[in-house]
């Protein structure tokens, strides 16, 4: 294997350390819906939206956080420049756009557009993974 591969590009390290403050503070956030449903509930009811079923939220807010995890450990692994990284990424990204369809809040153009760059931030490296 060539040296230059085991090298990490530094637009590759920023998209990785974007990534882990992104999963870090979506993780934390999630942990704070699951723990403190109800009264997150209350609140969505009131000023978010009115359609939504405690049940059907909390176990999205509890599938989300396992997506961001697996999110989070994509990026380890092309943090680590393995190729398996990127197709755990993928799945969780995957993952995480049909979650957030099925949630009544859905998906927002932020949301989407970042999942857009960094894919293909993390596509344009997949070659010099191993």
Do not use: D, E
């Not at 995480?96 to 894919?119: D, E």
């Amino acid at each position: 294997m060539n040296s230059t591969q085991n090298i990490r590009p530094p637009f590759l390290t920023a998209f990785c350390l974007l990534s882990f403050i992104g999963s870090g503070f979506s993780a934390i956030f999630q942990i704070l819906v699951i723990i403190f449903h109800n009264k997150f509930m209350q609140f969505a009811h009131q000023y978010a939206f009115q359609s939504s079923t405690s049940q059907f939220s909390f176990f999205i807010a509890t599938a989300l956080f396992m997506v961001i995890l697996l999110s989070f450990l994509g990026a380890f692994g092309m943090w680590k420049m393995m190729k398996i990284g990127f197709y755990i990424y993928i799945a969780a990204q995957f993952l995480l756009i049909l979650l957030q369809s099925l949630n009544p809040s859905g998906i927002t153009i932020l949301n989407l557009s970042a999942t857009i760059v960094f894919t293909a931030g993390y596509t344009y490296y997949f070659r010099r993974m191993h």
